[in-house]
């Protein structure tokens, strides 16, 4: 089964769980990967990966992104002139430069925690702070444009969040092989049409399907939006197995990180769904 996170590749849990000492037994190994787990080292619970500690990760993460947040909402200002009629004009500075070096630092501290895991430990937290500074530039530009929408957003995503948690405890949505396969479709169809997007941005050129406040537009971010929450569904998987068979410590780290990308990935798409819906 894969992830359509690329943070909490199947791929590496495999390995990760061959490689690791664990506690764990044969059975749950075999619930877990589909493998016996025959002549993997005993080690203590300890130095194991754990529910709680995703948790506490994923908390302190979510902590520093907002004071990232913070300090990226106070870099975007409004200047309002008025002139001989007595009509106002309000000028936005946007620190452009600094939103795109931020995005392209976060991007490589996640890439780097993805190819070494045990760095997820060190560099969760820089990629927080980086990350929430971006965040709280956007956040400030769209919440310009219409008053109070980043609160409405980021309660909509925890909303969002907690119903899925909900779901996937009672065991309403699972990960089960076709609803991952169906999640991965959908996600790497969306990544396809943002970098066309990107491409068609460059040369001055914006698709209106993505941006405009049509009902298809709006339609097409609802889909995203239910993407997004979905992938929210194959991160607890990943994070419950992980558990129960006994990953290393540092894991915990790791998939909190990957939580948080979907997390932030679910927010920025709500953000974007909200001001379609205030700008109708």
Same mark, same amino acid.
């Given at each position: 089964? !894969? ?8 791929? #590496?849990?495999?390995?990760? $769980? ?18 016996? *787990?025959? *002549? #993997? ?15 506490? $990760?994923?908390? !302190? ?36 430069? @600094? ?23 060190? @560099? *969760?937290?820089? =990629? ?5 500074? !971006? ?6 530009? =769209? ?21 899925? @948690?909900?779901? =996937? ?24 049409? #943002? ?6 941005? $460059? ?40 558990? $129960? ?12 990180? *990957? ?7 679910? =927010? ?8 379609? @819906?205030?700008?109708?």
């Amino acid at each position: 089964m !894969a992830s359509t996170n690329p943070m909490l590749s199947e791929q #590496y849990f495999r390995t990760t $769980a061959r490689t690791a000492p664990s506690t764990i037994d044969a059975q749950a190994r075999q619930a877990a990967f589909g493998t016996t *787990g025959v *002549g #993997y080292p005993p080690i203590t619970a300890e130095k194991t990966m754990t529910m709680g500690g995703v948790v506490s $990760a994923t908390g !302190a993460l979510l902590v520093c992104i907002l004071v990232g947040a913070g300090f990226g909402w106070n870099r975007v200002t409004i200047t309002t002139v008025r002139n001989e009629l007595e009509q106002s004009f309000s000028t936005v500075h946007f620190p452009v430069g @600094l939103l795109i070096g931020s995005v392209l630092v976060a991007f490589v501290f996640a890439m780097i925690a993805r190819f070494k895991p045990p760095m997820a430990q060190f @560099l *969760g937290i820089p =990629y927080a702070l980086v990350e929430g500074f !971006a965040l709280g530039m956007i956040s400030h530009a =769209y919440d310009i444009q219409s008053k109070g929408i980043a609160v409405q957003a980021v309660l909509a995503t925890f909303g969002v969040f907690a119903v899925m @948690l909900v779901l =996937y405890s009672m065991r309403i949505l699972r990960a089960t092989p076709k609803f991952v396969k169906g999640v991965i479709a959908a996600t790497g169809g969306i990544m396809l049409m #943002y970098v066309f997007a990107l491409i068609f941005s $460059a040369f001055g050129t914006r698709l209106s399907f993505l941006s405009s406040t049509s009902p298809l537009s709006i339609g097409i971010s609802v889909v995203i939006v239910a993407v997004a929450a979905f992938n929210l569904i194959i991160d607890f998987d990943f994070i419950e197995r992980g558990s $129960a068979a006994g990953l290393p410590k540092h894991m915990e780290w790791f998939a909190a990180l *990957g939580l948080v990308i979907t997390i932030v990935w679910l =927010y920025l798409e709500m953000l974007r769904l909200l001001s379609k @819906l205030q700008r109708r």
